[in-house]
Structures are given as C-alpha cells and as structure tokens.
C-alpha cells in the first residue's frame, strides 16, 4: 500500500480528487495517510476528518523562520512514510532543504499553462491578456517556485462572455482529472524525473509536458 501525504492551505478540492482517486482505484493500492495544513481553518481538514484520515495543522507561528517550520513540517511528513508528497494549494514557499528532501516524489499542480502565470491571481491575468485558452499544469517541486518540469497539461477555453469564475470551474475540473492521473504515473514508477526533466515512460517529455486537451 502507497501512502500518500497532501499538503493543503485552503478548500482542498484537489485533495478530494486525490482521496477519491484512492477509493475509486485510479490511483491503485494507495491511501491519503495524512493531510497537513498550515492554516487552521483550511476547509482540507474538515474533508480530511470526514473521510477519517489524519490531519494535521502546523502553526508557522510557533517557528523562528522557514526553515526551522520546514524541518518541523519534515519530521511529521516522513512519520508516515510518503511515496508521494501532493501539493494541493498549499500557499508557502518550500526551502530548498524541504524540496531536496523530496526531490522525485513531490508535486504540485498550478493553474496555468506553465511558463505563463506562474505565481498568483492565473485566471485574472490570462483574462487581462486577452488569452483565448488557458489550464492547468502538474509538474514536479523544484527550488524555482512553479519552476519544476511539467508532466501534464489539460487546456480549456477562455470565451468572451466568461466571467472568472467560470474560467476558475473550468479549470478546476481538469485539475481534478490530471492530478489523480499523474499520481498514479509516479506511483506506478512510469513517471520520473531524471537530470531535471520529467520522464515517463522511458521517454523525455516536452517542456510543455504530456498534453491533454
């Protein structure tokens, strides 16, 4: 049995297609062994606690700085023992001893069609750029923040009558279906990433990753 640790900050709807994904066997003989939070009211808990998996919130508070957090954030991670480590909203800037720690086994997904809009308020600017589509990308943790290399990316339309909101469900249900896909590739060993490309299947992929539409 794989386990599989989620770090989240927020709502957690990704982490619910994570835990689903277990349950409904598209991520095979895996479970969610804990779900790790760094804020207290982050509705993640609540589906962690209702799906009767461990949860944890760790104050950054109760901490000096990153990395004395970061290494905290490690000794709880590593008690359960991860193959997999999912970042799904988690709203912190990773040390690069946290991200080395887990080189290979730690991924995140991030709502643009990476390079573009790494960092904050994705939907917003892909609107204000006039862009005619837009997505999601899954990719592996690197020190650079949404930097790592892409595996997948699932494209949806931007329309001229959407409001944000639509394009945020929009993508949102994607993110929903790559995310589990891709866990499944790492914990299954067809995906790897190997001198800072993401490889699976034996073959090198794009920059732009595995694409799916």
């Given at each position: 049995?794989?386990?599989?640790?989620?770090?989240?900050?927020?709502?957690?709807?990704?982490?619910?297609?994570?835990?689903?994904?277990?349950?409904?066997?598209?991520?095979?003989?895996?479970?969610?062994?804990?779900?790790?939070?760094?804020?207290?009211?982050?509705y993640g808990?609540?589906?962690?606690?209702?799906?009767?998996?461990?949860?944890?919130?760790?104050?950054?508070?109760?901490?000096?700085?990153?990395?004395?957090?970061?290494?905290?954030l490690i000794?709880?991670?590593?008690?359960?023992?991860?193959?997999?480590?999912?970042?799904?909203?988690?709203?912190?800037?990773?040390?690069?001893?946290?991200?080395?720690?887990?080189?290979?086994?730690?991924?995140?997904?991030?709502?643009?069609?990476?390079?573009?809009?790494?960092?904050?308020?994705?939907?917003?600017?892909?609107?204000?750029?006039?862009?005619?589509?837009?997505?999601?990308?899954?990719?592996?943790?690197?020190?650079?923040?949404?930097g790592g290399?892409?595996?997948?990316?699932?494209?949806?339309?931007?329309?001229?009558?959407?409001?944000?909101?639509?394009?945020?469900?929009?993508?949102?249900?994607?993110?929903?279906?790559?995310?589990?896909?891709?866990?499944?590739?790492?914990?299954?060993?067809?995906?790897?990433?190997?001198?800072?490309?993401?490889?699976?299947?034996?073959?090198?992929?794009?920059?732009?990753?595995?694409?799916?539409?």
């Open positions: 049995m794989h386990n599989i640790v989620v770090l989240i900050s927020g709502n957690g709807s990704n982490l619910q297609a994570i835990i689903d994904g277990c349950t409904n066997g598209i991520i095979k003989n895996s479970r969610v062994a804990a779900v790790i939070s760094n804020k207290a009211d982050a808990l609540k589906r962690a606690q209702l799906a009767k998996i461990d949860s944890l919130y760790i104050a950054a508070t109760d901490y000096e700085n990153r990395q004395d957090y970061d290494q905290a000794e709880k991670i590593d008690a359960y023992q991860p193959d997999v480590i999912i970042l799904a909203g988690f709203m912190r800037i990773l040390s690069a001893k946290f991200v080395n720690h887990y080189q290979g086994r730690m991924l995140n997904i991030h709502p643009s069609l990476l390079p573009k809009y790494s960092g904050l308020n994705t939907h917003q600017r892909a609107m204000d750029a006039g862009d005619k589509e837009h997505g999601t990308s899954v990719h592996f943790v690197t020190e650079e923040l949404d290399p892409v595996i997948l990316q699932a494209k949806v339309p931007i329309f001229a009558t959407d409001s944000v909101d639509e394009v945020i469900e929009r993508v949102q249900q994607q993110e929903h279906n790559i995310y589990p896909l891709v866990t499944q590739w790492l914990l299954s060993q067809r995906l790897s990433m190997q001198n800072g490309h993401a490889v699976l299947d034996g073959n090198k992929l794009p920059p732009q990753g595995y694409a799916a539409q």
